[in-house]
């Protein structure tokens, strides 16, 4: 089962990451176990994407932390990618 999350994580984030996408908001799980903390998040998503990290901020989301970092895309659209503060 551990092994399927992986494979269809993998999956979502490639899509994720190479999708034209203007502006909508993204949600990414980044791994399983813990908390991700506010610099792991943008870490990743500066890694993950072609785009300058304009803004970064922990906000709470039915009771669980999320972390909403804006990206500059290099066609120059504003992207919010929301990546889920606590690992299940």
């Not at 990206?71 to 659209?77: A, E, I, M, Q, R």
């Amino acid at each position: 089962m551990r092994t399927l999350k992986v494979i269809l994580f993998t999956i979502f984030c490639n899509m994720a990451i190479s999708s034209h996408v203007l502006a909508c908001d993204e949600m990414i799980v980044l791994a399983v176990a813990d908390i991700i903390s506010l610099d792991e998040a943008i870490k990743t998503v500066k890694k993950n994407s072609k785009g300058k990290v304009l803004d970064a901020q922990t906000k709470q989301m039915n009771g669980q932390p999320v972390h909403v970092i804006k990206v500059l895309t290099d066609k120059g659209h504003v992207k919010k990618i929301r990546v889920q503060g606590t690992r299940k």
